[in-house]
T-cell receptor
């Protein structure tokens, strides 16, 4: 079974802190994604990566950056946390068969609270 | 915006088959139907996907109508652990990228009753 793990299930940080969220997948997937999920807004894509050292902005990249130095690891960085970044953060990965992307596998999520 | 319509909630008795409908009347020829579920406080879980043929895996069956305008997810023997929000999604299986992002609608909240 595909396993996507995230470094923390719950995290509380103060406004202005730099926050690192880490995601690791064990299935050698090429593609990795970071979403946030908020009530009434559904899933929103922050950043994604389709290869090591490759990254592209999603729909809401402001205030975030990412790093993918190894294929299995995709990190989300909040440069200076703000209260409006309080959310559930979800990491996902997916395989690429040829150039077709199929199902995405999600991690358990990190519920981040910024006070 | 989500391109699917699902009932907001459903009940099913434990041990019975749960049949979750989804309407996707504007689906395009190159769009797949995907089903995910999300158990409370957990990340979404992929269940199954299909293009036009019916599909079955260890979790569920997916029945797609011939005109592809609707589909039904079947959990053959529902258990209490199947209580979750079920999302039906249509998307093109294409290049990884912004267009491949998952857009969840409101889904169906399935309650399995003991």
């Amino acid at each position: 079974d595909v396993k996507v793990t995230q470094s923390s299930r719950y995290l509380v940080k103060r406004t202005g802190e730099k926050v690192f969220l880490e995601c690791v997948q064990d299935m050698d997937h090429e593609n990795m994604f970071w979403y946030r999920q908020d009530p009434g807004l559904g899933l929103r894509l922050i950043y994604f990566s389709y290869d090591v050292k490759m990254k592209e902005k999603g729909d809401i990249p402001e205030g975030y950056s990412v790093s993918r130095e190894k294929k299995e690891r995709f990190s989300l960085i909040l440069e200076s946390a703000s209260t409006n970044q309080t959310s559930m953060y979800l990491c996902a990965s997916s395989p690429t068969s040829g150039r077709i992307v199929y199902e995405q596998y999600f991690g358990p999520g990190t519920r981040l609270t910024v006070t | 915006d989500a391109k699917t319509t699902q009932p907001p909630s459903m009940d099913c008795a434990e041990g019975r088959a749960a049949n979750l409908p989804c309407n996707h009347s504007t689906i395009s020829g190159n769009e797949y139907v995907y089903w995910y579920r999300q158990i409370h406080s957990q990340g979404p879980q992929y269940i199954i996907h299909g293009l036009k043929n019916n599909e079955t895996n260890e979790m569920a069956s997916l029945i797609i109508t011939e005109d592809r305008k609707s589909s039904t997810l079947i959990l053959p023997h529902a258990t209490l652990r199947d209580t979750a929000v079920y999302y039906c999604i249509v998307r093109v299986a294409g290049l990884a990228g912004r267009d491949d992002k998952i857009i969840f609608g409101k889904g169906t909240r399935l309650h399995i009753l003991p």
